[in-house]
C-alpha cells in the first residue's frame, strides 16, 4: 500500500525567505503523480504544483519548486520569496497505480512571519 | 469557468440523523471523488464516482453512501449520525485518470462542507 509521510507539523519562515517542505512516499508503482496541494485558514483546497514520476525534470511553478528524487522516494517543495499569502497548511499528496485516489500526507502547517 | 460546488457549506445535525451533501463539479469534468477531513485522521478518501458508477470506495463504513448523476453531479449521504462523523467533507473533480492531457489526475476541491453532529 502506498503510503505518504511529512515529518515536519509545522515550520516557520521570515517574509521573502526560503523554505523547504518535506515529503516521503513508499509506492511499489513505476508511474505515478505527486502533487503539493495548499489549504489555507479559508479551507479552499488549491493546487501548488505537479509532478509525474516518468519526467526526471523537477517542475516549477513560479515560487515554488520541487525537488523530486524518484529512488529516494522524496518530494520536497521549496518556496522561495514566502509571501505572508502563503500562510496555509501543506500537503503532499500520490497518485498512482489502480486505486484511483490520491493519498494525503498529515500536512506541514507554514507560517510566514512578517 | 466556475469550480466545484458543494452545499451546504455549514450544518450542524443531530445523532442518530441522516446528512445528504450536494458536489457540482468543473463543467467537463466526469470524475468525482470524496474525502473526509478531520484533526485526528487528516485526509481520507471515502469513493470515487465516474459515468454515474462508483470506481472506488475507501474504508468507511456502509452508512456512508454515495451517488452520481448523468450530469456528473454527485451527492454522499451519511445516516444514523455519530459524533466522529465530525467533519469537513472535501469534494474534488477531475478528467478521468486515462486522459492524457496535462489537467488529468489533477484533482480541484471544493470549499467543502463543514458538518457538526451533537
Known amino acids: 500500500a502506498q503510503t505518504v509521510t511529512q515529518s515536519q507539523p509545522e515550520m516557520s519562515v521570515q517574509e521573502a525567505e526560503t523554505v523547504t517542505l518535506s515529503c516521503t512516499y513508499d509506492?511499489?508503482?513505476?508511474?505515478?503523480?505527486l502533487f503539493w496541494y495548499k489549504q489555507p485558514p479559508s479551507r479552499q483546497m488549491i493546487l501548488v504544483i505537479r509532478q509525474e514520476a516518468y519526467k526526471q525534470q523537477n517542475a516549477t511553478e513560479n515560487r515554488f519548486s520541487v525537488n523530486f528524487q524518484k529512488a529516494a522516494k522524496s518530494f520536497s517543495l521549496k518556496i522561495s520569496d514566502s509571501q505572508l499569502g502563503d500562510t496555509a497548511m501543506y500537503f503532499c499528496a500520490f497518485y498512482g497505480g489502480a486505486t484511483n485516489k490520491l493519498i494525503f500526507g498529515t500536512g506541514t502547517l507554514l507560517a510566514v512571519q512578517p | 469557468k466556475a469550480g466545484v460546488t458543494q452545499t451546504p457549506r455549514y450544518l450542524i445535525k443531530t445523532r442518530g440523523q441522516q446528512v445528504t451533501l450536494s458536489c457540482s463539479p468543473i463543467?467537463?469534468?466526469?470524475?468525482v471523488s470524496w474525502y473526509q477531513q478531520t484533526p485526528g485522521q487528516g485526509l481520507q478518501f471515502l469513493f470515487e464516482y465516474f459515468s454515474e458508477t462508483q470506481r472506488n470506495k475507501g474504508n468507511f463504513p456502509g452508512r456512508f453512501s454515495g451517488r452520481q448523476f448523468s450530469n456528473s453531479r454527485s451527492e454522499m449521504n451519511v445516516s444514523t449520525l455519530e459524533l466522529g462523523d465530525s467533519a469537513l467533507y472535501l469534494c474534488?473533480?477531475?478528467?478521468?485518470?486515462?486522459?492524457?492531457?496535462?489537467?488529468?489526475?489533477?484533482?480541484?476541491f471544493g470549499a467543502g462542507s463543514r458538518l457538526t453532529v451533537l
Open positions: 509506492t511499489s508503482e513505476n508511474n505515478y503523480y
Open positions: 463543467s467537463g469534468h466526469r470524475s
Open positions: 474534488a473533480s477531475s478528467l478521468p485518470p486515462w486522459d492524457t492531457s496535462s489537467g488529468a489526475n489533477v484533482l480541484t
